[in-house]
């Protein structure tokens, strides 16, 4: 080693390298969770109820989603070989091929990957509020809004990033970051407002707990795969703006776990662990009138529900009454 070498140098070559093992273990996860993910969908179909008529959907999303994770982690492999290996001797040394990595087309080519990953996963949140919500169009407007907007924002990094800037000085980056996490959290806001309602509606016409925990084991696992991926990205937006290198203990493995939150809860649905499949009890219902998912029902005395299925891909929850009318 160098005796002029800066200890700045040596962090953000540390963190680099440290930045791409844990890219690797997110990946090693993501990879397991997808092979689960797939089994669950081809042998537990019956369990996830209209998840069955959504499994080639769910498929073709795990598929493009993992090719798109593996062919971005592959180049963020190749260029670190590069930075200490085959480009060792280039002017600048590791700490110039690190600061200028967008100016080498194999990392925009990782770049491109992960931004069109995210558009999928994204696409996956958006789909499952507006069904939760039955396509309310106070959620459908601002949420494609939204969603549109991350999709811009990541054309005009890219486009940037072509051109040769240096990664911390693209200011669209920093948008496109706090689009994209604003748009996981007020999906998980949406979603977890709508299934507190349905479970307080629930409890006034079962008034049995047994039936409001469909909804907590939702409640949790939405707000738990948001987590997951929320707080690694918080970390990620904070570094970048203040141009810390801790940006690359982030940046390499934030796709996987978004991508490893996004598996977790297909994987529970289609075992049938997260959500409770189907439960048959017939209760007495009191005069009441109530209105669910913009669909409205007029409980008299007397009327037993028969049955009360929840669990779908989208995690909606679905009522099935005795005239087999559906609630979404």
């Known amino acids: 080693m160098s005796s002029d070498t800066l200890p700045t140098d040596l962090w953000l070559e540390r963190s680099r390298l440290d930045g791409m093992m844990l890219g690797a273990v997110s990946y090693g996860g993501f990879f397991i969770l997808t092979v689960q993910a797939t089994a669950a969908l081809i042998q537990w179909p019956r369990h996830g109820g209209k998840i069955a008529d959504h499994r080639l959907a769910l498929l073709?999303?795990?598929?493009?989603?993992?090719?798109?994770?593996?062919?971005?982690?592959?180049?963020?492999?190749?260029?670190?070989?590069?930075?200490w290996i085959d480009l060792r001797d280039a002017p600048g040394g590791p700490v110039a091929l690190i600061e200028n990595e967008v100016a080498y087309p194999i990392n925009i080519v990782a770049i491109s990957c992960y931004f069109v990953m995210e558009w999928f996963m994204q696409a996956l949140l958006l789909h499952r509020c507006c069904v939760i919500w039955n396509w309310a169009r106070c959620v459908i407007i601002p949420m494609s809004t939204i969603y549109i907007a991350m999709i811009i924002m990541s054309i005009l990094v890219l486009i940037q990033s072509s051109a040769g800037v240096i990664w911390y000085n693209i200011n669209v980056q920093l948008a496109y970051l706090c689009i994209e996490v604003g748009l996981s959290v007020i999906y998980t806001v949406l979603v977890t407002n709508r299934l507190l309602v349905m479970r307080g509606l629930m409890r006034q016409v079962m008034q049995e707990q047994e039936y409001s925990s469909i909804y907590d084991t939702s409640i949790f696992m939405v707000v738990e795969s948001a987590m997951l991926y929320s707080v690694c990205a918080v970390i990620f937006i904070v570094s970048f703006a203040l141009h810390s290198n801790i940006t690359n203990l982030c940046f390499l493995s934030i796709s996987h776990v978004q991508g490893i939150a996004q598996l977790l809860i297909i994987i529970r649905v289609a075992r049938g662990q997260a959500i409770t499949c189907e439960l048959s009890t017939p209760v007495a219902v009191v005069s009441t009138y109530i209105a669910f998912s913009g669909i409205a029902s007029d409980a008299s005395e007397g009327t037993n529900i028969e049955r009360v299925v929840a669990g779908s891909e989208q995690d909606g929850v679905q009522l099935m009454p005795t005239a087999g009318r559906k609630f979404v």
Not at 64 to 82: P, Q, R, S, W
């Open 60 to 83: 073709g999303y795990i598929l493009i989603t993992f090719v798109l994770g593996t062919i971005g982690f592959a180049a963020n492999a190749k260029y670190t070989e590069m930075i």
